[in-house]
């Protein structure tokens, strides 16, 4: 079973840049993607951008494209979600989230880190 922990969220303002950090644990995390995603005040979860653990394949949101980027430290077993240009909509809860490479769903989740943008 993976067990992930986020870190690094915080109040910054609108322009500024902010590095979110999930740890992970658990057996054979080359088996699987790792996943960011938010969830803003009354709104549905939405992805962000994933990884895969064994190839650094990475794959990201349109809505963030060109301003998050992610990767993975495998001698922390961490996976890092750097975002730049931070605007007041970027404002959320954001999930740290892990899934075999074989399966559609991410069935584990962090506990998530709030993410919040002034203007």
């Known amino acids: 079973q993976v067990q992930l922990v986020e870190s690094g969220g915080g109040l910054v303002q609108a322009g500024a840049s902010l590095t979110l950090s999930c740890a992970a644990s658990?057996?054979?995390?080359?088996?699987?993607?790792m996943g960011w995603f938010r969830q803003a005040p009354g709104k549905e979860r939405e992805f962000v951008a994933a990884?895969?653990?064994?190839?650094?394949?990475?794959y990201y949101a349109d809505s963030v494209k060109g301003r998050v980027t992610i990767s993975r430290d495998n001698a922390k077993n961490s996976v890092n979600l750097q975002m730049n240009s931070l605007k007041p909509e970027d404002t959320a809860v954001y999930y740290c989230?892990?899934?075999?490479?074989?399966?559609?769903?991410?069935?584990?989740w962090g506990q998530g880190t709030q993410v919040t943008v002034s203007s």
């Open positions: 989230a892990a899934k075999l490479v074989t399966t559609v769903q991410y069935a584990y």
């Open positions: 658990g057996p054979a995390l080359s088996r699987y993607h």
């Open positions: 990884i895969s653990w064994s190839f650094g394949s990475t």
